[in-house]
């Protein structure tokens, strides 16, 4: 997703170089929204990548940081709402507590 809307934001850019007068502005603003959200986009895609690693290598830190991401994922409608709530409940779950050497509670 942070790639697409980073090819929109260049796009926009571009329009605001090549367009008449009067429409410079609004899309130099459209172009710099597009490119934060492309940021953030790929910056929160980095940090699911980074835990992804350290889950694969079954670290505990990795575990508590999988479950912030979930519950931040759960407002993000529909994907992250399964998604977040399926990671949640794999991650509490006594199995999984017993591979990342937590005690089952």
């Known amino acids: 997703m942070g790639a697409s809307v980073l090819a929109f934001a260049v796009s926009a ?5 090549t367009s008449g007068a009067g429409t410079e502005v609004a899309a130099g603003v459209t172009a710099a929204m597009l490119g934060l959200v492309a940021l953030a986009a ?10 992804a690693r350290g ?38 779950s006594d199995e999984t507590r017993g591979l990342f050497g937590t005690d089952a509670a």
């Open 13 to 17: 850019a571009s329009l605001a170089v």
């Open 42 to 51: 790929l910056t929160w895609g980095g940090v699911h990548y980074y835990c």
């Open 55 to 92: 889950l694969r290598a079954h670290r505990p830190g990795a575990r508590a940081l999988a479950l912030a991401l979930g519950m931040f994922n759960l407002p993000l409608l529909p994907l992250g709402t399964g998604l977040g709530g399926y990671t949640l409940w794999v991650l509490l």
